[in-house]
């Protein structure tokens, strides 16, 4: 069982919508991420929070937007997306820099 | 550009072969990782390697990591149904947080 949470499972969204993407993690890491993933591509890396700061952002549209209210908690503020914006987005948390990342089950983004 | 390639890129086998998925890097990886993904679901960690000529194994699962550091193998021995999925490898790039993965693998395992 995954020990980072992501809710919703699946959202549908208009162009003109704001939304969010939540995630959640209780191990106690003090690095989370956002990334990317386009049908049969690999992950892509977004955002990347350490100590809830932001640390590294990949040139990433800002119509996404991240927040880190507290060590445990990342969210992805959505707004203006594109069609091409639909995709697999994961969150994943670390001990910190060098240790293994987890993963979250995902949130399957629609953008109409 | 991907800096980690794998191969194959897909797989079909029957249940009870073995198989071997690779992972190439052109630069010497600081840790390399091992997930299995199925499609639509999130990266479930199966190994990490750290050390030219680690070998850790898992179940049916044994990965190991060239001496130079730029290579690494899965292998399944006995492959089994529940084995099919998305294998990816990720690296720790550089000892910083940006984690690159690799194409992928998909295997399929026939009953």
């Known amino acids: 069982d995954t020990e980072v949470t992501q809710t919703p499972k699946h959202l549908v969204m208009g162009m003109t919508n704001k939304k969010s993407l939540k995630c959640e993690q209780h191990?106690?890491?003090?690095?989370m991420y956002w990334y990317k993933q386009k049908a049969k591509k690999p992950p892509e890396l977004m955002f990347v929070?350490?100590?809830?700061?932001?640390?590294i952002n990949e040139s990433v549209p800002s119509r996404f937007s991240p927040e880190c209210p507290n060590s445990s908690l990342l969210n992805l503020h959505l707004h203006a997306l594109q069609p091409e914006d639909s995709a697999l987005y994961l969150c994943?948390?670390?001990?910190?820099?060098?240790?293994?990342?987890?993963f979250g089950e995902g949130s399957w983004l629609t953008v109409v | 550009s991907q800096e980690l390639e794998q191969s194959p890129q897909s797989l079909i086998v029957q249940e009870g072969k073995n198989l071997t998925i690779n992972c190439t890097s052109s630069?010497?990886?600081?840790?390399l990782y091992w997930y299995k993904q199925k499609y639509g679901e999130g990266l479930i960690f199966l190994m990490m390697?750290?050390?030219?000529?680690e070998e850790k194994s898992h179940e049916k699962i044994t990965a190991k990591l060239d001496e130079k550091k730029q290579q690494s193998s899965l292998h399944i021995t006995a492959s089994q149904p529940s084995h099919a999925g998305i294998y990816l490898c990720?690296?720790?790039?550089?000892?910083?947080?940006?984690?690159?993965f690799g194409t992928g693998t998909r295997l399929k395992v026939l009953a």
């Open positions: 390697l750290q050390k030219g000529g």
């Open positions: 929070y350490s100590y809830e700061k932001l640390s």
């Open positions: 994943a948390s670390s001990q910190t820099r060098g240790n293994t990342i987890y």
């Open positions: 630069k010497t990886l600081y840790g």
């Open positions: 191990m106690g890491h003090r690095a």
């Open positions: 990720g690296a720790d790039k550089s000892g910083t947080y940006k984690y690159i």
